[in-house]
């Protein structure tokens, strides 16, 4: 019989089979990946460079029933964890942390050959069909009909997000089943969606701004960045943070952008109203020219006016030059719905903090723990969610390896 069985190969799954063999060395310990090798979703974060951690943890990048920051705060930081499986890392002006070579494959790496090195064992292209407690142990059964049984099990399958990676939601149905609450879950960390009319003349447009999240006349969120624009899609960073808004507050959710953040509508309309003065016969089509690329500031002029047929920037009165600048300050899109799953970077939603104790063990089975995307929070883009990954992974592993010896950490 297996000692410590792991469900799950990604990040938090190699995080805690590395942290249980080394907890307790003596104990079998396997990883049951759906896919035919572990890790395959790492290979992806931070466009292939993996941004494994971020140096700026707070509790305001996280959202969910999980308290993550609780979690986080007892486990090594992602740089400690991966100093400690010799990988460098080094952080950029957000904080945002890095292996040293820039190349995800060697994040994967460091894991796979620790884990190796320790004796893991990995069992691959196993696809769960099926959970059961049986007295003190678990039977855990593939798709194919092959049955592993354990003493501890420990479930880090993911959630809904990025399905070829092998997480497409099935262990939270088995979960549900066996009685587990789960909070609804959205994609988070990806773009959202718009009228597509609304976007007409700004597809492969990027623009720094500040962003805002809106609902029922409330200020919800903020984010600067850069925002890019697809025929369908609001996309880019400071978007993508506003994913899992979507899931609490449906079509209420609306975007507000703000294309010149450093100045305020007076410097602009002030601004607008020199570019008039000195325009000569210039077209109305140029009145944004200085500001912002040609495609964008057409745009933006083209917003504000409407349908008003001024064909000279001359001919423009200081009220349309208000209502440019106020064009400028709050251009405004409502949310029709997220990308789907396989465009979202992780997942909004899981097993709910009723379920799971404070050492990730389940509240409803003993000898059962969780970690990673499965449980109810989803951090923001720019290392969050890995972060969560290690350190949940982690806790779980030592713990479920403690357990073996009658401890707890």
Not at 27 to 38: D, G, K, N
Not at 349 to 370: R, T
Request: some cysteine; proline content about 3%.
């Amino acid at each position: 019989m297996i000692d410590i069985l792991i469900i799950g190969g990604g990040a938090s799954g190699l995080a805690a089979a590395v942290f249980s063999k080394q907890t307790a060395p003596a104990a079998e310990t396997v990883i049951a990946e759906r896919l035919p090798r572990t890790g395959k979703k790492i290979l992806s974060t931070g466009n292939g460079r993996c941004n494994l951690g971020n140096l700026r943890l707070s509790r305001d990048n996280y959202h969910g029933s999980v308290d993550a920051m609780d979690v986080i705060s007892r486990t090594p930081s992602a740089e400690e964890f991966f100093r400690s499986l010799g990988v460098l890392t080094f952080s950029d002006e957000q904080g945002r942390l890095y292996p040293y070579s820039g190349a995800a494959a060697t994040v994967l790496n460091a894991l796979r050959q620790r884990a190796e090195a320790l004796g893991v064992r990995e069992e691959c292209g196993f696809a769960v069909s099926d959970i059961a407690q049986k007295k003190d142990c678990w039977l855990v059964r593939a798709e194919d009909g092959r049955m592993l049984e354990c003493r501890r099990l420990i479930i880090a399958a993911g959630g809904h997000a990025d399905p070829k990676s092998g997480t497409d939601g099935t262990m939270l149905r088995i979960l549900r089943d066996m009685g587990y609450q789960a909070a609804k879950c959205c994609p988070a960390v990806a773009p959202l969606k718009t009228d597509p009319a609304l976007l007409k003349g700004l597809k492969g447009i990027r623009a720094r701004c500040r962003v805002e999240a809106v609902a029922e006349g409330k200020h919800l969120h903020t984010e600067e960045g850069e925002i890019q624009f697809t025929e369908t899609m609001l996309s880019g960073i400071c978007v993508f943070n506003m994913a899992w808004l979507w899931g609490r507050y449906g079509e209420k959710l609306r975007i507000s952008t703000d294309l010149a953040p450093d100045m305020s509508h007076d410097e602009i309309y002030s601004y607008l109203r020199e570019v008039r003065d000195m325009s000569g016969g210039a077209p109305v089509s140029e009145l944004l020219s200085g500001m912002f690329r040609k495609e964008l500031a057409l745009y933006l002029t083209k917003a504000a006016l409407r349908k008003k047929d001024i064909p000279r920037i001359s001919r423009l009165t200081d009220s349309d030059l208000s209502q440019v600048a106020d064009t400028v300050k709050r251009l405004s899109f409502p949310v029709t719905g997220c990308a789907p799953w396989q465009n979202a970077q992780s997942t909004y939603g899981g097993i709910k903090a009723s379920c799971i104790g404070s050492d990730m063990s389940s509240k409803l089975h003993k000898n059962l723990w969780f970690c990673g995307e499965i449980a109810d929070t989803a951090g923001d883009c720019g290392g969050y969610n890995l972060q969560w990954a290690w350190s949940s992974g982690i806790l779980a592993g030592t713990n479920a390896a403690l357990s073996l010896k009658g401890g707890k950490r």
